[in-house]
């Protein structure tokens, strides 16, 4: 019998299996006195100018930040960060945090405080993006496609833009962090959708790991470039969410060092397909909603076989959310196979269809059932099966069972033989 801690939520789930092959990202050691480490690297960064030498001549910072749906390590990247700036002589009443929320909620007071430190979200003016009021947006160019791109007038009007992140695969933009800030993280909702719109999502190369020739990433990183960040700040983190990495300097090249790195870790090859594959979404704050857990689906989708099952296991503290766009549009059909054909013939981008697309598509070809607090009713209209106890599931379903206790932070894939 094989022990199992599956990450769900923030005190984890603890299952037994009589067989299962268990796949975890390679065990990267942590970094020790990782603020110190931060302030090393902000003056002796991997590409270009020091933060020092790139604060020449100005005196308002905005530092970007992720939302409370990432697992960056605020609370160590940002202070560590302002010691920094103030020791290059920038003004406290001249430093903004501008919280990089995309198309999602704005975070509560005790949030912002739980994330980045009490201290600092009381000292410091803290702006959270609204992709939703382009009167808080300003115009910064066109896209190729002849668009519009609009960003975060806080973030842009600052003579220094700084970028944070953590940096983990991803399931349709290749790999997170680095440009993502600017475009989703700072941008308008209607060039978010552009981005997210299911032309480019049903590319093939819009998936885990890809960056060049993903037309996603593309629209990402030539956004970035009409908005360029003076200097990025990027983390990679260990099993126990540790930073194992910082990477930091010019936006472009040090992304690209950060996700030759967590690709060497997080991705693993596998040589066969499962009938059932376990997933987390890595716990909390990741599986915070059922939106987030979209990702974990997308890692099991890699494994399973054809008309296979996929067992995701995610908490959901903050429900679907409820009344989202994306809760709506799941409502809206009685099956995920009429929901992907409606999706993917429309030529109106819809908020959150990205992540119904996916889902749905992943529907075509395997049964998932959600274990989490979400009550029955509330999983059915998501188009899911409720899953009760993971153990019975996974014994009545039988066959062959893969288990990724740690979700997206472990990518798999079929290794050709």
């Known amino acids: 019998m094989k022990e199992i801690i599956l990450d769900y939520g923030k005190s984890g789930h603890k299952i037994q299996l009589d067989r299962a092959d268990i796949f975890y990202p390679k065990q990267q050691a942590k970094l020790d006195s ?31 930040h992720t939302d409370i749906t990432r697992a960056t390590p605020n609370h160590i990247i940002i202070p560590a960060i302002i010691e920094e700036l103030l020791a290059c002589g920038i ?19 005790q949030e912002l405080a739980d994330m980045l430190t009490r201290q600092v979200a009381s000292k410091y003016k803290c702006v959270q993006h609204n992709s939703f009021d382009l009167s808080t947006m300003t115009l910064v160019g066109n896209m190729a496609d002849g668009h519009p791109l609009y960003i975060n007038s806080e973030f842009f009007g600052a003579d220094c833009k700084i970028c944070t992140g953590f940096i983990e695969p991803h399931f349709f933009a ?45 629209d990402i990183k030539e956004g970035a470039t009409l908005c360029p960040p003076n200097f990025l700040v990027n983390v990679a983190l260990n099993l126990e969410g540790k930073i194992s990495a910082i990477f930091t300097g010019q936006w472009l090249e040090t992304h690209k060092l950060g996700c030759e790195f967590v690709q060497a870790h997080a991705m693993q090859p596998v040589c066969k397909r499962y009938d059932t594959v376990i997933v987390t979404n890595s716990g909390y704050p990741l599986d915070i ?47 995920p196979s009429e929901l992907f054909e409606a999706i993917v013939s429309s030529k109106e981008t819809l908020p959150e269809q990205w992540q119904v697309q996916i889902q749905t598509r992943i529907q075509k070809n395997a049964t998932i059932y959600l274990f989490s607090t979400l009550s029955d009713t509330q999983v059915q209209e998501a188009l899911l099966l409720p899953c009760p106890d993971i153990e019975l599931l996974a014994k009545e379903l039988g066959g062959s069972i893969a288990v990724l206790p740690k979700g997206p932070q472990t990518i798999p894939y079929i290794k050709e033989v």
């Open 34 to 64: 990782p603020q110190e480490r931060i302030k090393e690297k902000l003056r002796n960064p991997d590409f270009g100018l020091s933060l020092k030498e790139t604060l020449q001549g100005k005196c308002t910072v905005a530092i970007a």
């Open 91 to 109: 003004k406290e009443s001249n430093i903004i945090l501008v919280n990089m929320t995309g198309s999602h909620r704005a975070q509560t007071q």
């Open 174 to 218: 290749g790999f997170s962090g680095g440009p993502k800030a600017i475009l989703p993280g700072l941008a308008d909702i209607a060039s978010i959708m552009r981005n997210h719109n299911a032309e480019r999502i049903a590319s093939p190369l819009a998936t885990w790991g890809i960056t060049e020739g993903n037309p996603v990433w593309e």
């Open 289 to 335: 909603n059922l939106y987030q857990c979209v990702k974990g689906m997308s890692t099991a989708a890699q494994i399973v076989k054809k008309d296979g099952n996929i067992i995701m296991v995610g908490e959901c503290a903050d429900g679907i959310p409820s009344a989202s766009p994306y809760h709506n549009l799941l409502k809206s059909a009685v099956s």
